[in-house]
């Protein structure tokens, strides 16, 4: 089981910072990424991380304003996101893919299923 804590709402400009925590299970020789949908659009990778090699990845609209990051000793990811925008408004998903991911933890991007996901935490970029 996945849990995402930290979201809410923040004005233009702002900054948050979103948790994934694991229940059950160790997020070792995982993929761990983080997927967003807005109402009426389509769910899209933002960021992902593999847990091992520490590869990471961002989507082109976040690059230089969120980070990904893990900590190995709490079993925890997290995503800093500064300068948000009213189109990061999301529900923000955490999502673990198991596997080594040699090309990229990109790749889970674009996968069809998914070995877990969180429940979502909601991202209000408003004035």
């Known amino acids: 089981q996945l849990v995402e804590t930290g979201g809410g709402l923040v004005q233009p400009g702002g900054s948050l910072r979103l948790s994934c925590a694991a229940s059950?299970?160790?997020?070792?020789?995982?993929?761990i990424s983080w997927f967003r949908q807005a109402p009426g659009k389509e769910r899209e990778g933002v960021s992902c991380?593999?847990?091992?090699?520490?590869?990471?990845s961002y989507t082109d609209s976040v690059k230089g304003r969120f980070t990904i990051s893990r900590d190995g000793a709490k079993n925890m990811v997290y995503l800093q996101m500064n300068s948000l925008k009213p189109e990061d408004t999301a529900v923000y998903y955490c999502?673990?893919?198991?596997?080594?991911?040699?090309?990229?933890?990109?790749?889970?991007?674009?996968?069809?299923?998914?070995?877990?996901w969180g429940q979502g935490t909601q991202v209000t970029v408003s004035s």
């Open positions: 059950g299970f160790s997020f070792d020789s995982y993929v």
């Open positions: 999502v673990a893919d198991w596997g080594p991911y040699p090309a990229g933890c990109w790749v889970v991007f674009h996968e069809l299923r998914h070995t877990n």
């Open positions: 991380i593999n847990y091992n090699n520490l590869d990471t």
